[in-house]
């Protein structure tokens, strides 16, 4: 999966990450529901950091392009409100492979 | 692109299919999609420069401010040693307002230095896709039929696209940034225009408005810590140590 960071650059995922970035996309959807700015500040963070550690960064003359698209890391918390609502970013991992 | 949600996959998105409805033929898709991404090339390039621009006129205001914190602060310490509290307090008032703009022209000058470099790398990112798409349009061209040369072209152009739609965003908001601090920087100019931060003994009388909204403005009690401070110092040094800086003052 290929996976943005808006304003950053592109991320190869390894599949088997899927789960944990779907958890965390989730979480963020959560903390804009209950309002809470912190708990989402951190969550998006963490979600950002997955990505950047875990991926693999594409190369600049790779010209694929992303399957999800992360807002920048400079997101605000009313932006947010426009970013992560219902499954959030990430589509739930599907049930079998396909 | 299944599964892209939210708002700035969804502007990214319609920004890309604008960019590739118009291709009919996949020769016109290359030459079209190659000259979009120059064009948008040249857009990356002015922004920054906005920034730019944005930028040094911060600094030049903070640079004016920085000399009326100066001045206002010998203003203070000259009428305070001639006796006259009520326009040393005034001065102080002042150059606490001064002082609160200038930290805050200061911070906005280091987020534009920020911006500045992120789009720089952006717009290096992006030259490095062109010159990618640039490459394989050719090896597309001469290699395969004209059916398969138009997915991957269209799969290519989108990977350009998509990175131009991106840098696009991230322009955007470097816009709406530089904007809103262009408004605080008209602000402050125009409080300097209305003699908030001028000579003092330049000021007649009916500086009522402006007195009452810097009182407003200043934290009273800063102000008055600063007062008895200065006092202080006036009386332990009885003038030795200041003078020197009582003459610049004057000199300026």
Redesign the interface.
Known sequence: MIV?I??E?QYRIDDALHGRLNDLDDAAVAAVEADDEDAFHEVFEELLDLVRKEGHELA??????????L??A?LTFV?AG???T??????EPAESAG | ?????????TV?KAK?SRLLDRAEDPGETLDYSYQKQLESLQNVKKGIADVVTAKKRLQMQSQKLEQSVVKLDTQARQALSAGNEELARTALERKNVAQTELQSLDQQVTELEAQQE?LTE?EQ?LR??I???R??KEVMKAQYSAAEAQVRIS??A???G?EMA?VG??MQ?AADKTEQMRARADAVAELEAAGTFDDLTTLGTGQDDIDRQLAELSSSSQVEDELSKMKAELGQGSGGGESKQLEEGQGS
């Open positions: 943005r808006s304003n650059g600049d003359d790779d010209l694929e392009a992303s399957d999800v698209i807002p920048p400079d932006e426009e970013e992560f219902g499954d959030g970013l990430i589509p | 692109m299944p599964g892209m949600g939210g708002r700035m996959s990214i890309i992120k952006s990112k490095g896709k010159e990618a798409f490459t394989k799969e290519a989108t990977g350009v998509e991106d965003l991230a908001r």
